[in-house]
C-alpha cells in the first residue's frame, strides 16, 4: 500500500496504532467525511471507500492524482524549487487557475509549505509561508501507486453530515476526525472559515445516533475536553495519549490527551 502523499495540519498518523485496533475485515464500505491526508484511509486493506472534506482543492487534487498521475507529474516536474520560487508559485496559485493545473499547484505548496497548513486569508488567498525544512517533488512511480490506491474511493466535496447521510449502510466504517472544536478556548482556525465548529457538535453527535441505527460502526477522534464528554455519552470510549508538536515545531512536543469515542465494542 502506498503512504499518504499529503502533509496535513492534524493528520493522524501518530493515533493510527490506536484507531487501527478498531477496524475488522468485514466491513463493506469505509467512509472518512474529514479526510485531509487520509492516514488511516492509507493503512487499511479495503475495497471501497467513501472519502469526503470541505476543502474543494484538496478533493480535487484527489481526482486528479487518481484520474491523471502522469499529466499532474509532468506539470510538477516543470516547478522550480526554493525559497523564491515557492512564492512565485503561491502567487500563481492565487491566481485562481483552474483543472489539473491547479492541482499540480496545490501538491507543490503542500509539499513545501510550512507544517502542510492550508490556511488562507480573508479574501481566500493561500498565505501559508514557505519552510525550508520540508520535502521534495513526488515521483512518477510514487504516483502511479497512489493513483491505482485512489481508485476504489469516491470523493465528495462537501459537509461531513451530508457525506454520512448520503452513503452509509449497513455494515460500513465510518472514521470521523474532525477540526477539535472546543468552547472558551480559542483555536487557530487551521482549516478556514466554514470549518467545523463548536455549533456542529450536536449534528455530529446525532450523526453517530443515525450511524448507529444503520447498523454501521463508528469510530471518532477528538480531544479531551468538555465536548468530547459530551459526544461520548452513550458510546465506549478510551482516552489516549499523543504527541503534538507546538506551534508546528518537531522540536517542541508535549504529550496530549484525545479520546477515541465508538459504537464497537471491544
Ligand atoms: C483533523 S483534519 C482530518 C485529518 C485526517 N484524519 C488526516 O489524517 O489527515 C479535519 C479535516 O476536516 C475538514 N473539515 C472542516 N470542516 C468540515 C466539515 N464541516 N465537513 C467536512 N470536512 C470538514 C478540514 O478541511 C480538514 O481536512
Known sequence: MPKPFLRWAGSKKKLLPELEKY???D???????FVGSGQLFFKLPINSAVLGDTNAHLIKTYEHIRENPEEIHEILSGFPCGK?????IRKEYNKGKTGIYNSALFLY???FCFNGLYRTNNS???NVPYSPSSGHIIDLETLLKISQFLKKAVFIKGDFENVVLENCNAGDFVYLDPPYAIKNRRIFNQYGPDSFGTNDIKRLKELL???NYRSAKFVLSYALCDESLDLSD????????TTRNISGFAQHRKVEKEVIITNIEK
Not at 523564491?84 to 512565485?88: F, K, L, S, V
Open 23 to 25: 477496524f475488522s475485515n
Open 124 to 126: 481566500g488567498q493561500f
Open 109 to 111: 505548496l503542500n509539499t
Open 209 to 211: 445516533s443515525e450511524i
Open 84 to 88: 523564491d520560487e515557492y512564492y512565485e
Open 27 to 33: 466491513i463493506k464500505t469505509y467512509i472518512e467525511p
Open 234 to 241: 452513550d458510546w465506549n470510549s478510551e482516552v489516549v495519549n
